[in-house]
């Protein structure tokens, strides 16, 4: 079993649209983390929830909303999607919010036309 | 913030020891020294962490002077499937995990 995996893999899409990524994790985590890394690779945090609770919000568009139903789920919604937004997101999960551990998904990576 | 530096990229052949060093000159106290390795299309995996002197594992070694100022990651005898990105990270503020650039390690046979 794939200890964090996100869904779709893919994701090709037009300016403007509303779209999501689903991300889940089996490890018994507290933590879960949004990351998106750019053309030139460099990998930034978006988000954080701990136990459901949002607790990293970085300087990302309010197009953004993290949703988290339970502890194991992490759902990335984009409204309103824009070129810039083509990247590749990682979801992650650790321990809890101070263990260093992260483990990561696959990614999803997000074209928009 | 603490910063880290380390080279853009490393070449090396099967078979050899591959050191790379990372410089993180204002770490703090309470800062651990965290390594992730990076292959292509997948995401970062945990290699190594440490707070000082030595620490190993079944897949590196991690070196840390007393100074903790800086940090060598160390491959014992690679492979090509040791070509990767590999991360260097000591900021934990505010809970949460900084990446730098990385290291891209290209293992030629």
């Known amino acids: 079993d794939t200890a964090v995996s996100q869904t779709p893999k893919y994701l090709v899409t037009q300016m403007g649209n509303d779209k999501s990524i689903k991300c889940e994790q089996n490890l018994g985590h507290d933590t879960m983390y949004w990351y998106k890394q750019d053309s030139k690779k460099f990998l930034k945090i978006m988000f954080s929830y701990n136990n459901k609770e949002l607790i990293i919000n970085e300087t990302v568009p309010n197009r953004f909303s993290p949703k988290s139903p339970d502890k194991a789920h992490l759902n990335l919604h984009i409204n309103s999607l824009e070129l810039g937004d083509s990247a590749v997101y990682f979801c992650?999960?650790?321990?809890?919010?101070?263990?260093?551990?992260?483990?990561f998904g696959s990614g999803t990576q997000l074209s928009v036309l | 913030l603490a910063k880290t530096t380390q080279p853009i990229s490393m070449d090396s052949y099967e078979g050899q020891e591959v050191n790379i060093t990372c410089s993180h000159n204002n770490i703090a106290t309470n800062d651990y020294i965290t390594w992730y390795q990076q292959f292509p299309s997948q995401g970062p995996r945990f290699i190594i962490q440490g707070y000082k002197t030595k620490v190993t594992n079944e897949v590196a070694s991690l070196f840390i002077p007393a100074d903790r100022k800086s940090s060598t990651l160390s491959l014992p005898r690679v492979s090509l499937s040791d070509t990767a990105v590999y991360y260097c990270l000591v900021d934990r503020s505010f809970q949460k995990l900084v990446f730098g650039t990385g290291t891209r390690l290209l293992v030629s046979p």
């Open positions: 992650a999960s650790s321990q809890d919010r101070t263990d260093e551990k992260l483990f």
